[in-house]
């Protein structure tokens, strides 16, 4: 089954945006598909002209702030004029082009904003990854995405200097640092130096925009690439009733800048709605610093993985009562209706859920007003249809437990991925008759509500960290101790779910105390690969369970972690 980016049927072409008077956000309705859209020119300079009309209030566009008490405060103004500059580092200084790749590795700084808008108004397509990263994580992605260039800070540019030589494609590396390194350019010099005159790409809906790695069941993470529509979509009304963000909003959202969730909110939903992206830092998770945050600063929305939320909740704050905090919504892993009752009660403010993943940004949830019904994650958001399928993407009827699909048949809805990149066999596996299956379990009851059960297949959900066990089991290999491993999840009262490693040792380790060698291993996991991927949990075993064919039987640990066998 062979099926290219180009295998999903179009949507049909008919452009009806419409500019409203005043200072609100550019619209489209929820089923348009213009021919031509890029949010750099289509959503910020709009606000960037709305400032320069008076039409927007005083609030910046991106609110940045660390622990040491240094802020960044940049109007929309400040960010068409940086941007700009930044597009012209990429092409003229950089020598990248439309559709080249560029591996954005950057932890929470101002200049990640810099660098995802530059790309956009050149086309260059970014590839954002999580700071976590180690050298061989590096190494993979850059390879597989073949990308010509590579921005990150000076923590891993050593990690990168050590893979570069196996990377053909790599040609240019920036660094974001306040100090210089062989071999790499200065972005923040470079970008005070370039000039601010450019004229963004007029790119067309469907041309690629990020690529988002993924982890599946077997082998590596997959590349879920995505086209301009994953901005365009932010401004479909549907969307805009999800958070209901206002110019007057300041905006948290905790994720990552690796993943996709970053991108959608602290990007694409914030800036549509002309309000101020706030930003930590927060280079450590810390719930202690979180809840300093909304008590210091007038955030008014905050999104954040459910599992900061329950840590929040787990420690022993005499107040959680924040001045200006009026909206809070979770996303990344599925959220307990008495987690969201306990911040209801110790916040006063409501916890909505919203559920997505990297090949389908924000697919369904709680749209801010609607009625809770606690546990569930929501109703679709359209343009997406979801619906309940089983295995031969049939729908099922209410309150049946079926696959979580959305329909890609007639019409791909914008906003979902185009494809994995390369690979066409794994995108085809994902159609399923007229869906796209995400490989989640769950309800839907008769009102539309969807209530998340768990994964169709061996992908771990650990604190909204997607996590394929042969990463895992791959790492574990690398270690003397390890025989063999097999890697599946585990239910945890804090995150969720977590890895749990099922080892077969050597003999050489047979005799070696059981404690110390779980450390070894978990350190050692940490070292070769991103840290957020580490067992949890080890279990040592005589031997693992295989199918006739010599396959691991995870399913059959899984079920017994979960008290199903
Ligand atoms: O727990 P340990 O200390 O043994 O190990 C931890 C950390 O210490 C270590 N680590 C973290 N930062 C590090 C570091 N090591 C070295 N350098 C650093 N800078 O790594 C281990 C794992 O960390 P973790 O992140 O799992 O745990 P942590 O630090 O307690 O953080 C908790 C959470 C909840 C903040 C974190 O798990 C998290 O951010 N989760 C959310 C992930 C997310 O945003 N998912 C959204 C994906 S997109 C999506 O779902 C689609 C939606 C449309």
């Known amino acids: 089954i062979h099926k290219s980016c180009h295998g999903f049927l179009p949507a049909p072409r008919h452009l009806r945006c419409q500019f409203l008077s ?7 309705n929820d089923h ?15 606000w960037t002209q709305m400032e320069k009309e008076g039409k927007r209030g005083p609030n910046p566009a991106l609110w940045w702030v660390n622990d040491q008490g240094d802020e960044v405060k940049w109007s929309f103004r400040e960010m068409t004029d940086l941007t700009r500059r930044a597009a012209n580092v ?72 050590s893979v570069a030589s196996e990377c053909p494609a790599l040609k240019i590396k920036f660094l974001v640092s306040d100090h210089s390194r062989e071999g790499w350019l200065d972005f923040r010099s470079l ?47 549907s969307c805009r009733k999800l958070l209901q963000l206002k110019t007057s909003d300041v905006f948290w959202c905790l994720s990552d800048p ?50 900061v939320f329950r840590m929040i909740l787990q420690q022993d704050f005499t107040s959680l009562r924040f001045p200006t905090l009026e909206h809070t919504c979770a996303g990344g892993e599925a959220l307990l209706p008495e987690e969201q009752e306990q911040w209801r009660r110790q916040t006063g403010v409501l916890l909505y859920q ?45 309150n049946t ?26 995108t085809a596996e994902t159609e399923c008759g007229d869906f ?61 779910e977590v890895v749990k490693a099922f080892v077969v040792l050597t003999p050489q380790f047979l005799s070696r105390d059981r404690d110390q060698l779980t450390k070894e291993l978990q350190e050692h996991v940490k070292s070769v690969t991103a840290p957020y991927k580490y067992p949890r949990k080890v279990e040592f075993v005589p031997e693992l369970s295989k199918t006739v064919t010599g396959k691991i039987k995870r399913n059959e640990l899984r079920k017994k972690e979960f008290g199903q066998l």
């Open 22 to 28: 005043g200072a609100e956000a550019p619209r489209w």
């Open 32 to 46: 348009d598909t213009p021919e031509e859209f890029n949010f750099a020119s289509g959503v910020l300079d709009y």
């Open 90 to 161: 990429f092409t003229q200084t950089g020598g990248l082009r439309q559709g080249d790749h560029l591996a954005l590795i950057l932890p929470r700084v101002p200049e990640w904003w810099l660098v995802t808008v530059g790309c956009i108004r050149t086309g260059i397509v970014f590839t954002p990854g999580t700071t976590l990263m180690k050298a061989k994580d590096i190494l993979y992605r850059l390879q597989v995405s073949k990308a010509k260039g590579i921005i990150t800070t000076d923590t891993l540019a050593p990690e990168v200097d």
């Open 191 to 237: 970008i005070k130096s370039a000039s601010s005159d450019h004229t963004c790409v007029k790119s067309k809906t469907m041309d690629p925009m990020a690529i988002f790695f993924t982890s599946g069941t077997s082998g590596l993470p997959k590349m879920a690439k995505h086209n301009q529509g994953l901005a365009l979509r932010s401004s479909f009304p």
């Open 258 to 307: 690796g993943w996709i969730l970053a991108v959608l909110a602290s990007m694409f939903e914030a800036w549509t709605a002309g309000s101020t992206v706030f930003i930590h830092h927060l280079p450590r998770f810390d719930p202690n610093v979180i809840v300093q945050t909304l008590s210091k600063y007038p955030i008014t929305q905050c999104l954040a993985a459910p599992s």
């Open 354 to 398: 919203v559920y997505g993943q990297s090949e389908t940004g924000i697919t369904c949830g709680i749209l801010r007003g609607m009625k809770i019904k606690p546990g569930s994650m929501g109703k679709a958001i359209p343009p997406f249809d979801v619906q309940i399928i089983d295995d031969k993407g049939n729908v099922l009827p209410p």
């Open 401 to 426: 437990e079926g696959n979580i699909g959305i329909r890609i048949k007639p019409t791909k809805p914008i906003g979902l991925f185009m494809c994995y990149q390369d690979d066409p066999v794994k």
């Open 436 to 496: 796209y299956n995400t490989g989640d379990r769950a309800t839907m009851d008769a009102e539309g509500y969807i209530w998340f059960l768990g994964r169709s297949d061996d992908v771990i959900n650990a604190s909204g960290y997607r996590i394929g066990p042969t990463e895992v089991e791959n790492a574990l290999a690398e270690h003397p101790a390890v025989a063999e491993s097999a890697v599946v999840s585990s239910p945890d009262p804090i995150r969720g």
